[in-house]
Nanobody, 120 residues
Framework: QVQLVESGGGLVQAGGSLRLSCAASGRTLYITGWFRQAPGKDRDFVGAVSWTGDRTYYADSVKGRFTISRDHAKNTVYLQMNSLKPEDTAVYYC???????????????WGQGTQVTVSS
């Protein structure tokens, strides 16, 4: 059974950048998605990457600002977040699943989440 651990969250000013990591242990990290959840809101899709890394898929709200990449040697997927806005504030989760889709129910293993706070 794969286990996922996110890291890299923190407090940043609007316009700044952060890079989140999703490290996997137990087995190879295949299709990986990033989601976020703000207080009182649903868990929203941020983006996803294929196992080969050649296909990515982003929510419109982050397109052009966020980039997902992966390092197979480290069994890690990254979420580079640039031009951050206060509305990006949320707990960010990575998850692995069988399809490159935006629905959380298609992802079966989740990390514990990492907090990202963007101040105005």
């Amino acid at each position: 059974q794969v286990q996922l651990v996110e890291s890299g969250g923190g407090l940043v000013q609007a316009g700044g950048s952060l890079r989140l990591s999703c490290a996997a242990s137990g087995r190879t990290l295949y299709i990986t998605g990033w989601f976020r959840q703000a207080p009182g809101k649903d868990r929203d899709f941020v983006g996803a990457v294929s196992w080969t890394g050649d296909r990515t898929y982003y929510a419109d709200s982050v397109k052009g600002r966020f980039t997902i990449s992966r390092d197979h040697a480290k069994n890690t997927v990254y979420l580079q977040m640039n031009s951050l806005k206060p509305e990006d504030t949320a707990v960010y989760y990575c998850a692995t699943g069988g399809s490159l889709v935006s629905s959380p129910i298609e992802y079966d293993v989740w990390g514990q989440g990492t907090q990202v706070t963007v101040s105005s």
